[in-house]
């Protein structure tokens, strides 16, 4: 088994994904033949050398160690630790064990408590005060996690989950050994109350990528993910259980693109007008405005706006005259619709639900986003009609509330396993579901799900739903040979601009993101 090394994951670069029991096979296969301690030596190793690349000043480190392997990964690790501070001449590791009442240490785990004693590792149980405080130093630079790893599951009471809260909540940076204790390296649920996260977070993956670490509460808890796959080769796509990542930065401008083309060369996109104020005095016809915007800057070759009623012309053909208003009556029209995308549902309120019928049968692409996919949730009479389209020619784009009314269950039962409620969806309704939130979630009926790896909390802000509504729109109104890869494209760029969002140029709000789309 050769060395190797941990590195960074960056959300341009592709890498495969491995749940729970995929992992303990991939582990299994690797231990055949190897001597004993090989695998913790080799991840030992790894958290000591991820913890000097990421926190290369710290000189006081506890280490937190459970009953299981990955305490005993921990232990490798402060060992090295220990001898690396006495190289340079300062600094003290601490270790502290959680051994719960009638548990023992597995054999490589007991054999590396020896060799950090041994080395003259302090190693200390972990008792709670009475105050409720914890025993690691609150002076501590840097605190690593090997409490629970791969063999984390929600966990509710007891000390096991005390101590995850703990770490979870800690000021310190913390670096988790495979998982952050607690959250499940499945789904990125965390059970209970959410923990106030103030400190830097890391988290070293080792042998494969879990899934949870990059989605739900996991873009939190886990931080900055390094993965190290310990010299073990062939893992790729064996067992995998999803994809993440995988795009360079989008295009800019069509300036590549064949001198022939022209704007029929990039589809039409047509949104669907948003609730007009007289309807209860709630307008949101700025929501299908601002897709429609988005639609614009990122190349659709002609855009169409449905306008809620005709007061509102005037006002809206000065602001955006390249927009193509149309009443509904006409954008809903049979001949119409079969050439073109539609954008249906945002800010439609409840008259969407009357121009649904006809959109669902005829247009030649469909994004259904917000009212349209509750009026979809309250009618199942459209339900068949949608799913009779075919998954290549329809988007949705719930959020997790919209996805909970479509599958008939809690908010918090989709938040508990999103790429399971996201690819549930796809195949019910036989579509492209791009579940929305802390990691993206995008399925189809067909192969693995995609976990967004781009976006952070400047689009917590209303509209920026509606921006991705019409970027997606324009990216699958140029009929591309994957409707899929299109899909993906557009939610990475969408997150990708709050990535890189300018602090100078201001707050982010829906309609600067709709200027800045591009094509994808």
Known sequence: MKPAGPRRICPDQPEWLHGVEASRQIETRALAGQP?????????????????????HARRIDVICGPGNNGGDGLVAATELHRHLH?????????????PAGRSLPDDAASALQRAKAAGVTVAAIEQAADGSWPWSPGADVLIDALLGLGSRPLTTG???????????????????????????????WPGAWPTTTGLRATLSLLTLKPGLLTGHGRD????????????????????????????????????????????????????????????????????ALAARAALHAGAGRVYLGVPDSSATPEWDAAWPELMLRHPESVVEPGFLSGVTVVAGCGGGSAIAALLQPIIEHAALL??????????????????????????????????????????????????????????????????????????????PEGLPWINGTGNARLATAGTGDVLAGLLGAAVARRPASLLDQVRRAV???????????????????????????PV
């Open 36 to 56: 004993a301690g090989t695998l913790m030596a080799l991840a030992g190793a790894s958290v000591a050398r991820t913890l000097r690349a990421w926190q290369p």
């Open 87 to 99: 190289e340079v001449g300062g600094g003290r590791v601490r270790a502290w064990l959680h051994l």
């Open 159 to 189: 000390p096991t989950a005390a101590i995850a809260a703990a770490l979870a909540a800690a000021p310190q940076p913390v670096l988790c050994v495979d998982t952050p204790s607690g959250l499940d390296p499945d789904t990125g649920s």
């Open 221 to 288: 808890l886990a931080g900055d993910v390094w993965l190290d796959r310990l010299g073990i080769d062939g893992v790729g796509e064996y067992l995998a259980s999803g994809l993440w990542g995988g795009w360079a930065p989008a295009a800019t401008d069509k300036s590549d693109d064949p001198h022939a083309a022209h704007k029929g060369s990039y589809g039409d996109v047509a949104v669907m007008p948003g609730q007009s104020i007289r309807e209860g005095g709630h307008g949101m016809a700025g929501a299908a």
């Open 367 to 444: 994004v259904l986003d917000a009212d349209g996919l509750n009026a979809v949730a309250a009618d199942p009479a459209l339900r068949p009609m949608l799913r009779s389209r075919g998954w290549q020619r329809t988007v949705i784009t719930p959020h997790p509330l919209e996805a909970a009314r479509l599958l008939g269950c809690s908010t918090q039962q989709v938040m508990a396993d999103r790429m399971g409620a996201a690819c549930g969806l796809a195949r019910l309704l036989q579509v492209v579901c791009v579940l929305k939130g802390a990691g993206t979630v995008v399925a189809a």
């Open 492 to 518: 990475h760029l969408h997150g990708r601009l709050a990535d890189v969002w300018d602090p100078g140029a201001g707050n982010l709000t829906a309609g600067a993101l709709a200027a800045r789309v591009r």
